[in-house]
């Protein structure tokens, strides 16, 4: 047999992975220009005076956009409610996500798989179905039109997936750790306070985030339960720069929606290398 035929199916299946590799990038490519060009139109917008939908450089680069809607009525009444609700209920799911899923994650049960299996079903639920009834419950206990009511449903209705976070990587940090503190004399909630959550600061920062982000997106809720203006957040006064009969300002839309964006940006950046690091729990037990 000669070496050119032995080798030309090797070339062929070369040429085969040259293909498929190609097909994959350019498969990358377009993926990568779906989430590129609506940053670039918001971008882009966000200094033209004159921006419409489509994607252009603008003729002037003018910071006008930004002065038109930096104001407490337009931008940063909206925000620091949008700060407060979400802020508030992030704070409340972390803290009771943690104490719902410490007796779970540390104590044997024949309900603990049932309990489980029933926060997965509540993550599934659409926020639709359950606001009429939340809605009137709300209208009865004196709670509609508050920040403090709007916080507690933004939490229940983020705690479900919180819990569930929580626990799978609460069952990370080794058992053992905690019986050495219990037999210092720490209790319970000393060990969960200062060896469980400081081990797992990866899995609560990934819950903070996910429950802020959740919280920050959401129109309908406070849509629902709030009625004074003044009170509205961010995701709903956006709703503003759409007119009744079709215009919108979309150089003034694109600047509000940077600036609306800018919170959820620092947060990820705060606790950025939490998320990149793994469990602090190199030599702490002894095979």
Not at 75 to 89: E, R
Not at 100 to 116: E, G, Q, T, V
Not at 196 to 218: E, H
């Amino acid at each position: 047999m000669s070496a050119n035929a032995i080798k030309s199916p090797a070339r062929k299946l070369s040429s085969r992975r040259t293909g498929r590799r190609l097909a994959a990038d350019a498969g990358l490519l377009v993926v990568a220009a779906s989430f590129v060009l609506p940053l670039a139109w918001v971008i882009l917008s966000s200094l033209d005076t004159k921006a419409d939908l489509k994607v252009k450089v603008p003729d002037g680069i003018t910071l006008d956009n930004y002065d038109a809607v930096l104001t407490p009525e337009i931008t940063f009444t909206p925000l620091l409610n949008s700060l407060l609700l979400c802020g508030g209920g992030t704070l409340l799911t972390v803290v009771c996500a943690a104490l719902a899923a410490y007796p779970l994650s540390r104590f044997k049960s024949r309900l603990n798989r049932p309990f489980m299996l029933t926060i997965l079903f509540a993550t599934s639920l659409p926020i639709t179905a359950i606001m009429v009834p939340v809605y009137a419950l709300f209208v009865q206990v004196d709670l509609i039109d508050t920040m403090q009511g709007t916080i507690l449903f933004f939490a229940a209705s983020q705690l479900p997936f919180a819990i569930w976070l929580m626990k799978n990587f609460m069952d990370g940090v080794p058992k053992e750790l905690e019986e050495a503190a219990w037999t210092d004399g720490a209790s319970s909630f000393q060990s969960l306070l200062r060896i469980v959550l400081p081990l797992m600061g990866p899995g609560v920062a990934v819950v903070t985030v996910f429950s802020f982000v959740m919280m920050w997106g959401n129109f309908f809720v406070p849509f629902m339960l709030l009625l004074t203006p003044e009170q509205m957040p961010a995701s709903v006064s956006i709703n503003d720069f759409f007119g009744n009969k079709g215009t919108v300002v979309y150089g003034q839309l694109a600047a509000f929606s940077i600036i609306y964006s800018t919170p959820v940006i620092l947060l990820y950046v705060l606790i950025s290398r939490r998320l990149g690091g793994g469990f602090a729990l190199g030599g702490a037990v002894k095979g």
